[in-house]
């Protein structure tokens, strides 16, 4: 148990579908992230929002649209996602800039 | 913008053994934190050290511990007597400290192996 909850575990869907990652954190902190995980390459920050507030968009295209109803969750959702979208999504949550960033277990998304 | 380089691909050492991963990075920020995370097979990301940069003394947990070269701007870890549950993905990371919110610069990550 991390602390940190993401569903769907698994999701594949269509180029033309739309669907929403959900991140739910447990641990009462004020900022939460998202981050894409691709074979091959680092991991890339996607989000951030910091008390509800986004604070960064890591120039990510309009087909990812995030949204922050309250400090404990975040979303993700996705429409028209290209084969190149397919990854690991990570959500991450923390205290605030100078705690650790606490992860969930990702959702892996296959794009057909 | 900050980048993050781990050379080692792959790393397979025998149970009880040292190892050392190594990392360095580019800022030209003075106020930051490093971090090793660990990634098993179960993808959930575990924090294993952290680094503040204005901290001159090594940080230590249990078997896990850190080479911070500030100058150099080397952060390596080294896991002592290590076991089969150490076999992941370890990725160094970098946070700038400068207030607000920041998200975390990834390395490409080391798989590290551990043979019986």
């Known amino acids: 148990e991390t602390g940190v909850t993401q569903t769907p575990r698994h999701l594949v869907m269509g180029m033309t579908n739309k669907k929403s990652l959900k991140c739910e954190q447990h641990l009462g902190h004020n900022a939460m992230y998202w981050y894409k995980q691709s074979a091959k390459k680092p991991l890339e920050l996607m989000f951030v929002y910091n008390f509800k507030e986004q604070t960064e968009n890591n120039s990510v295209p309009s087909r990812f649209s995030p949204e922050c109803p309250n400090s404990s969750h975040l979303f993700l959702h996705l429409h028209t996602l290209q084969p190149e979208d397919s990854a690991l999504y990570l959500c991450?949550?923390?205290?605030?800039?100078?705690?650790?960033?606490?992860f969930g277990d990702g959702t892996r998304l296959s794009i057909l | 913008a900050q980048t993050v380089t781990q050379s080692q691909p792959e790393m397979s050492v025998q149970e009880a053994e040292t190892v050392t991963l190594s990392c360095t990075y580019d800022t030209s920020e003075n106020n930051y934190y490093l971090f090793w995370y660990k990634q098993p097979p179960s993808r959930q990301m575990i924090l294993v050290i952290r680094?503040?940069?204005?901290?001159?003394q090594n940080a230590t947990e249990n078997r896990f511990s850190v080479n911070f070269q500030k100058a150099a701007k080397s952060f390596s870890l080294k896991i002592s007597d290590s076991q089969l549950g150490d076999t992941a993905m370890y990725f160094c990371a970098f946070m700038y400290s400068g207030g607000g919110a920041d998200g975390l610069t990834f390395g490409k990550g080391t798989h590290l192996i551990i043979q019986p």
């Open positions: 680094q503040e940069a204005y901290k001159q």
């Open positions: 991450a949550s923390s205290q605030d800039a100078r705690q650790p960033q606490h």
